[in-house]
């Protein structure tokens, strides 16, 4: 009847707007990047000592890097954020999750290393006496100890840096007295130096060029001459 189809029709009129009218109008935003960056960096700060012994972080450094969680947090609690707000948020985060992380204290010990060897091989070398290019009786123990106490602050994993250059200087001061203690002719630093340059030297073996981190084919005949 005409009735059944007026009613068949107002009933998909309903069904169209309806439809029509469940179309999304806006995309979510996706904070599943922020949230995760959000606790890596609790992680790590919660993690994190400030300090002066290797693996710390620099003082101060704590405060700025919560600045930066904070101001994620924030972002990530607002409603009313854009999709660019929250990536932009990630950037952020992530740009003081470096900065954090390259503050982490990382402490030389190369110098360390380099004066420790040589003190051990002015060492090795020398012989107590009293003969030309010999050394007073009982120069080689103070020497000795002072290489020790040097180890002793290599091998300690939490020795500051201005533990290590001191180290450093005690034993370089201390293998100088022990070269110049010598009967005769001193001739020990300049082995030292020697032993040094020859060091150096061995760092160009097959890395000889025009190309950075090259060593120049000039400055290696120049240093081996002078050897």
């Known amino acids: 009847t005409q009735t059944q189809v007026d009613n068949a029709k107002s009933t998909l009129d309903a069904a169209v707007v309806t439809f029509q009218n469940s179309v999304i109008t806006t995309v979510p935003v996706n904070r599943s990047i922020l949230n995760a960056k959000i606790a890596e960096a609790n992680t790590l700060y ?8 290797p693996g710390n972080y620099a003082t101060g450094s704590k405060a700025t890097f919560l600045l930066a969680i904070n101001n994620a947090s924030s972002m990530n609690g607002n409603t009313n954020a854009t999709q660019a707000q929250i990536d932009n948020a990630v950037i952020a985060l992530q740009t003081a999750i470096n900065t954090f992380e390259s503050g982490k204290v990382v402490v030389s010990k190369t110098a360390l290393v380099s004066i420790i060897s040589n003190a051990e091989a002015a060492y090795n070398s020398a012989i107590e006496g009293t003969s030309n290019g010999q050394y007073p009786t009982g ?15 290599n091998t300690n994993l939490s020795a500051t840096q201005a533990q290590v250059n001191a180290a450093v200087t005690s034993l370089t001061n201390a293998l100088t007295a022990f070269q110049n203690s010598v009967i005769g002719v001193n001739k020990a630093p300049l082995q030292t130096k020697i032993n040094e340059a020859t060091t150096a030297l061995n760092l160009a073996s097959g890395n000889t060029g025009n190309n ?13 001459s002078a050897i």
Do not use: D, R, W
Request: proline share 3%; no cysteine.
């Open 212 to 224: 950075a981190g090259n060593y120049p084919q000039s400055a290696v005949t120049a240093l081996t």
């Open 46 to 53: 919660n993690n994190a000592t400030e300090g002066l012994i």
């Open 139 to 153: 120069s080689k123990a103070t020497l000795n100890t002072a290489i020790s106490n040097a180890i002793a602050v």
